[in-house]
């Protein structure tokens, strides 16, 4: 089992900043990519930004050039450092990871929970 949990959320000013963590915890043996997604009310869930276990680093467009995204390997937690934020970020944000677990050689990908992010003045 693997088990991803969020904190950091909250709610915040246009323009303000936020940072969200993730970690990741259970059997498991290495992880691969990991993402923040968020979905708003009545939207799709979009992809706003990964980072491979290289730290190669990818961005939505929405959100480049405002976010971070941080990785710590050997603790099993990315971060998402958000500044600058518009009432458009609001949306629940949740952390993806794949995985390898012990014992197996195949990956799966694990959501966490999400947490909410409510921009507004």
């Known amino acids: 089992q693997v088990q991803l949990v969020e904190s950091g959320g909250g709610l915040v000013q246009p323009g303000g900043s936020l940072r969200l963590s993730c970690a990741a915890s259970?059997?498991?043996?290495?992880?691969?990519?990991m993402d923040w997604y968020r979905q708003a009310p009545g939207q799709q869930r979009e992809l706003v930004a990964s980072?491979?276990?290289?730290?190669?680093?990818y961005y939505a467009g929405s959100v480049k050039g405002r976010f971070t995204i941080s990785r710590d390997n050997a603790k099993n937690t990315v971060d998402l450092q958000m500044n600058s934020l518009k009432p458009e970020d609001t949306a629940v944000y949740y952390c993806?990871?794949?995985?390898?677990?012990?014992?197996?050689?195949?990956?799966?990908?694990?959501w966490g929970q999400g947490t909410q992010v409510t921009v507004s003045s």
């Open positions: 259970g059997n498991i043996f290495s992880i691969s990519i």
């Open positions: 993806y990871a794949t995985v390898q677990a012990m014992g197996v050689t195949t990956w799966d990908g694990y």
């Open positions: 980072i491979t276990s290289d730290g190669e680093k």
